[in-house]
């Protein structure tokens, strides 16, 4: 048997290093333990290897409300803050805040799309914010 | 080598690799970031922190903020600023608090440095053009009424008679301020949000915070170094377009701030009204887009920001080259690019960036 012969083989190296038997037995468990113990983690790192996927939060600060887009599904969508509803638009994988119960609309200062960006309407306090891996451009934050 | 040895010498390398891999499972030795936010200074808020005792040390750093704020916030009737506005012109100084006075010192320093382009006094012609402080949620006041067309110069010179910052008087010993003139406000807008940030980065250093970002709607200070000296970068929003004009590469310990004719404004016959105001003439300032200014505290960037816009790129430009640890990004009206000296080696600007459109 292949197997047999190889493990004869592996036994002769091992006893040629001065392990016995006892040592060799011990070894191996030892081994499996440590291959139980790194499983999870593994796994983590192959399930968990893909990038995050972009998405436009909405989110109300003052009653945790939120929302999870998809910047491949457009549409409009509201959420309803201390003022009133706030309506975020998505379309061609941007978003802005189209509608909000506030004095000065150009406050919330456009269409956002990469990861880091955000849009704000702060009397209504709603947080429009792009999710995601930083991808090429890598941003720690933006100035606006 | 004896038996007993060997054996204990493999239960102690695979016991290493065991504990090892556990760390790996459960993020010990692993660097937390935790972040806090808030609405303050009618913006959004966010202090992300690195380290150990991140989310407490962020929280405190927010707590900081919104004690700042409710002493600077005009709207809010028992705060400072309010209280003084409202004694303007009335005998008998105003008792305030030692943040007020430094930041009374700081709009000593903005204004002296600009030559007026920064006046902390500029209040009551903001309101005029209908960009004063409003934050209906918090304050329960109306919101000001959006304007359509500018006010008539009548009413433009009578706003630009209460401006004047030889009409401030303070006294640190007594710890005491006043408005000397009836009628005349102090805005902390472009100036009190920096002075919160700074201080909100001295509450994480204290705390033996190493890393964090403290970001004031848009409005940044970069603590500390990345992870393998990398630098922070920094993203300039575009005056026209979705989008960066460029990105900034920066060092540790570095605030950012940029003004901008597209933050609060209103369109009429073709032209943009905005909220910053050239105190000398009592109109919004023309020779900008916006100002992005690097400097090494909060609150010099945020009112830097606001006086090179006002002073325009010449001047502006001219100023900024003359202060140490500061460097500026300005679009000019024509959506043309100017940068500091300083900046050439650490400003990349976005392929077709200009700030044109």
Same mark, same amino acid.
């Given at each position: 048997?292949?197997?047999?012969?190889?493990?004869?083989?592996?036994?002769?190296?091992?006893?040629?290093?001065?392990?016995?038997? #006892?040592?060799?037995?011990?070894?191996? &468990?030892?081994? $499996?333990?440590?291959? &139980?113990?790194? /499983?999870?983690? /593994?796994?983590?790192?192959?399930?968990?290897?893909?990038?995050? $996927? #972009?998405?436009?939060?909405?989110?109300?600060? #003052?009653?945790?409300?939120?929302?999870?887009?998809?910047?491949?599904?457009?549409?409009?969508?509201?959420? #309803?803050?201390?003022?009133?509803?706030?309506?975020?638009?998505?379309?061609?994988?941007? /978003?802005? &805040?189209?509608?909000?119960?506030?004095?000065?609309?150009?406050?919330?200062?456009?269409?956002?799309?990469?990861?880091?960006?955000?849009?704000?309407? /702060?009397?209504?306090?709603?947080?429009?914010?792009?999710?995601?891996?930083?991808?090429?451009?890598?941003?720690?934050?933006?100035?606006? | 080598?004896?038996?007993?040895?060997?054996?204990?010498?493999?239960?102690?390398?695979?016991?290493?690799? !065991?504990?090892?891999?556990?760390?790996?499972?459960?993020?010990?030795?692993?660097?937390?970031?935790?972040?806090?936010?808030?609405?303050?200074?009618?913006?959004?808020?966010?202090?992300?922190?690195?380290?150990?005792?991140?989310?407490?040390?962020?929280?405190?750093?927010?707590?900081?903020?919104?004690?700042?704020?409710?002493?600077?916030?005009?709207?809010?009737?028992?705060?400072?600023? %309010?209280?003084?506005?409202?004694?303007?012109? +009335?005998?008998? @100084?105003?008792?305030?608090?030692?943040?007020?006075? %430094? +930041?009374?010192?700081?709009?000593?320093?903005?204004?002296?440095?600009?030559?007026? %382009?920064?006046?902390?006094?500029?209040?009551? +012609? !903001?309101?005029?053009?209908?960009?004063?402080?409003?934050?209906?949620?918090?304050? *329960?006041?109306?919101?000001?009424?959006?304007?359509?067309?500018?006010?008539?110069?009548?009413?433009?010179?009578?706003?630009?008679?209460?401006?004047?910052?030889?009409?401030?008087?303070? @006294? @640190?010993?007594?710890?005491?301020?006043?408005?000397?003139?009836?009628?005349?406000?102090?805005?902390?807008?472009?100036?009190?949000?920096?002075?919160?940030? =700074?201080? %909100?980065?001295?509450?994480?250093?204290?705390?033996?915070?190493?890393?964090?970002?403290? =970001?004031?709607?848009?409005?940044?200070?970069?603590? *500390?170094?990345?992870? *393998?000296?990398?630098?922070?970068?920094?993203?300039?929003?575009?005056?026209?377009?979705?989008?960066?004009? *460029?990105?900034?590469?920066?060092?540790?310990?570095?605030?950012?701030?940029?003004?901008?004719?597209?933050?609060?404004?209103?369109?009429?016959?073709?032209?943009?009204?905005?909220?910053?105001?050239?105190?000398?003439?009592?109109?919004?300032?023309?020779?900008?887009?916006?100002?992005? !200014?690097?400097?090494?505290?909060?609150?010099?960037?945020?009112?830097?920001?606001?006086?090179?816009?006002?002073?325009?790129?010449?001047?502006?430009?001219?100023?900024?080259?003359?202060?140490?640890?500061?460097?500026?990004?300005?679009?000019?009206?024509?959506?043309?690019?100017?940068?500091?000296?300083?900046?050439?080696?650490?400003?990349?600007?976005?392929?077709?960036?200009?700030?044109?459109?």
């Amino acid at each position: 048997m292949v197997e047999g012969r190889s493990r004869r083989k592996l036994t002769r190296v091992g006893l040629r290093l001065g392990l016995n038997r #006892t040592d060799l037995r011990l070894a191996t &468990i030892l081994l $499996a333990a440590v291959l &139980i113990a790194f /499983a999870p983690w /593994a796994w983590t790192r192959i399930a968990g290897g893909r990038t995050e $996927a #972009t998405a436009f939060v909405v989110k109300v600060h #003052t009653t945790g409300q939120s929302l999870r887009l998809d910047p491949a599904v457009d549409g409009r969508f509201a959420v #309803t803050g201390p003022l009133g509803p706030t309506v975020v638009e998505v379309a061609g994988g941007r /978003a802005r &805040i189209l509608e909000s119960p506030c004095a000065e609309p150009s406050w919330h200062g456009g269409w956002v799309s990469r990861p880091g960006q955000r849009s704000v309407c /702060a009397p209504n306090r709603v947080v429009l914010e792009v999710v995601g891996e930083a991808g090429a451009e890598g941003l720690d934050a933006e100035t606006h | 080598m004896t038996a007993r040895r060997k054996t204990l010498i493999l239960g102690a390398v695979t016991g290493l690799i !065991v504990l090892a891999a556990l760390a790996l499972i459960t993020g010990v030795g692993r660097e937390v970031t935790a972040s806090s936010s808030e609405f303050i200074f009618g913006t959004y808020v966010k202090v992300t922190v690195t380290g150990r005792g991140a989310a407490a040390a962020a929280e405190r750093a927010i707590q900081r903020m919104k004690e700042i704020d409710r002493l600077f916030d005009p709207g809010e009737a028992g705060s400072d600023i %309010a209280r003084l506005s409202a004694a303007a012109g +009335l005998p008998g @100084d105003v008792t305030v608090s030692s943040d007020t006075l %430094a +930041l009374l010192a700081k709009a000593n320093e903005a204004y002296r440095l600009s030559g007026g %382009a920064f006046d902390p006094t500029v209040g009551p +012609l !903001v309101s005029l053009w209908g960009f004063g402080p409003q934050d209906p949620a918090v304050a *329960g006041t109306p919101a000001d009424t959006q304007r359509t067309e500018p006010p008539d110069a009548a009413a433009i010179q009578a706003a630009r008679a209460l401006v004047g910052w030889s009409g401030v008087r303070w @006294d @640190d010993a007594r710890s005491t301020a006043a408005l000397l003139r009836p009628g005349m406000a102090l805005n902390s807008g472009g100036l009190g949000k920096g002075y919160a940030i =700074d201080e %909100a980065a001295a509450v994480l250093r204290g705390a033996g915070v190493k890393r964090a970002v403290i =970001d004031a709607g848009g409005e940044l200070y970069l603590l *500390g170094e990345k992870p *393998g000296g990398q630098v922070w970068r920094i993203g300039v929003r575009h005056p026209r377009q979705n989008g960066h004009l *460029g990105v900034l590469e920066l060092g540790p310990d570095v605030a950012v701030a940029t003004s901008g004719d597209y933050q609060r404004f209103f369109d009429y016959e073709g032209r943009r009204f905005h909220h910053l105001i050239d105190p000398a003439t009592g109109w919004p300032a023309t020779g900008c887009r916006s100002v992005t !200014v690097v400097a090494r505290t909060s609150v010099e960037a945020d009112y830097l920001s606001t006086a090179l816009f006002v002073l325009g790129p010449e001047e502006g430009l001219r100023l900024a080259e003359t202060l140490p640890g500061v460097q500026a990004v300005f679009v000019n009206a024509q959506g043309g690019l100017v940068v500091t000296s300083g900046l050439k080696d650490i400003f990349v600007p976005t392929e077709g960036g200009e700030g044109g459109g």
